[in-house]
């Protein structure tokens, strides 16, 4: 079982068009969160069900790894088709203390997102609460509750102090 091809279309309608600023933040950084790393890696873990919908596309290539699939790509792609983990980014899931899920700024942010800086509040409102309402249409599913738990604990590793 992975989670459905309708919940995705669900989670990725509920955040439409909306990005982080409501201009191209793109710009402040030369779209740095889309830069493959030096040694053209870096990528993007793919949610439940999200590896289906990447395999015929040239632009990208999936991988498995330890944690969940990681789709690598060359900074271009179908926006339509760019999974969730880009377009929820710089935010990440964590429940909060009522047990639902809501969002706070990505540790993996900070060495190249300048939005980092002015923290959640400084990003556009309707931005935020569709990225909490695709994260929430996504923990409807027993599947991606627990894969919203996981990636979680995988971002908060990075939070710990390095020594
Ligand atoms: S790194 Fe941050 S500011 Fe730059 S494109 Fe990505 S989300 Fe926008
Ligand atoms: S899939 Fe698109 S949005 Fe995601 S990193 Fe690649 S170019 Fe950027």
Redo the contacts with the bound molecule.
Sequence with gaps: MTMDAARLSRAYAALGAL???TGD??A??G????RPDEDGQGGVHLFPGERALLEDRDWCRVLPSAFAPVMLCDGACERDRRPLGCRI??LTPVRGRDGRWTVRMDAR?RA????VRSGVKGLDPAFVRAVRDALRIVAEDPEGDAFLDAWAALEAEYRKPLW
């Design positions: 990005t982080p600023m933040c793109g402040l950084c779209a740095a969160c889309c980014f710089p942010a190249m997102c300048p939005l």
